[in-house]
């Protein structure tokens, strides 16, 4: 009686951790991704192209990491990145004759894998090049300043 408890009990424990192993790994692979990814602040020149293509290539990046098992919790990290930069494309989208110089949150994370670099926050423009000549712009980017056309 005792035995066939244990191999039931055993055969449910077996069952439940292969429902559970796809969470394990991706867990694992964002535990090593907290751990081992390099932060740093970088400033580039940008156009409203440049920067738009940035968003779109850091887009796709989360989609097809997304549809892995291994680095689905990445990819949230990656999503979150680039909906923090949505308001500074939006806001050059008016605006596509001008430059900007702006500093970009970026992290980078290597593993046997993959390497993945991101823009892992909200960007801050720091000088607009508009008419010939570098002006500076201090102001945050919001849905107020877009819809204004400020």
């Known amino acids: 009686m005792k ?14 951790i292969l429902i559970n192993l796809p969470s394990m790994i991706a867990h694992m692979k964002k535990y090593s991704f907290d751990h081992n990814k390099q932060f740093s602040i970088e400033t580039k020149v940008k156009s409203y ?3 738009r293509e940035m968003y779109y290539q850091q887009m796709k ?8 098992i291994k680095y689905s919790l990445v ?8 909906d923090a930069v949505t308001y500074d494309v939006y806001f050059l989208e008016d605006r596509p004759q001008i430059k900007v110089k702006i500093e ?23 000088e607009i090049y508009e008419d010939g000549k570098w002006k500076a712009f201090s102001k945050k980017i919001t849905p107020e300043i877009i819809n204004n056309n400020e």
């Open 49 to 51: 192209k440049e920067l």
């Open 61 to 68: 990046l989360a989609q097809k990491l997304e549809g892995t």
């Open 75 to 82: 990819a949230k990290e990656i999503r979150k990145g680039y």
């Open 3 to 16: 035995k066939t408890v244990s191999i039931v009990l055993g055969f449910i424990i077996l069952i439940i």
């Open 104 to 126: 970009l949150p970026i992290t980078k994370y290597k593993d046997s894998n993959m390497t993945i670099n991101f823009i892992s926050g909200t960007g801050k423009i720091l």
